[in-house]
């Protein structure tokens, strides 16, 4: 059985950093492109970042290109996301997902078939 639970959230002040870790156990996650979406009270889940099967490839939301980094460790069966420069408007709960094996990279939901609880993300002003 897939599972992933993230880790890494907090409460931190305008300006600072978090790093945040999807442990994935269930299968090996080298076959599988993974992603960083967020949801925040009221509003739909939104994409954040996204990096392929391979790792040679990485996409991020215009609203967090050049702060935030996602990256994957495919020995350790973990994804990350770094997340520098954070603002207010970043708060929401994160959430990692794992692909179906077929696909190369995604930035919608509908790409994914496999989700984590989430970890809540909160930025002070």
């Known amino acids: 059985q897939v599972r992933l639970v993230e880790s890494g959230g907090g409460l931190v002040q305008a300006g600072g950093s978090l790093r945040l870790s999807c442990a994935v156990s269930?299968?090996?996650?080298?076959?599988?492109?993974m992603g960083w979406f967020r949801q925040a009270p009221g509003k739909e889940r939104e994409f954040v970042a996204a990096?392929?099967?391979?790792?040679?490839?990485?996409v991020e939301a215009d609203s967090v290109k050049g702060r935030f980094t996602i990256s994957r460790d495919d020995a350790k069966n973990t994804v990350h996301l770094q997340m520098n420069s954070l603002e207010p408007e970043n708060t929401a709960i994160y959430y990692c997902?794992?692909?179906?094996?077929?696909?190369?990279?995604?930035?919608?939901?509908?790409?994914?078939?496999?989700w984590g609880q989430g970890t809540q993300v909160t930025v002070s002003s």
């Open positions: 997902a794992r692909s179906p094996p077929a696909i190369v990279i995604a930035t919608a939901p509908p790409g994914y078939n496999y």
């Open positions: 269930g299968r090996t996650l080298s076959t599988y492109a």
């Open positions: 990096i392929s099967w391979s790792g040679g490839r990485t």
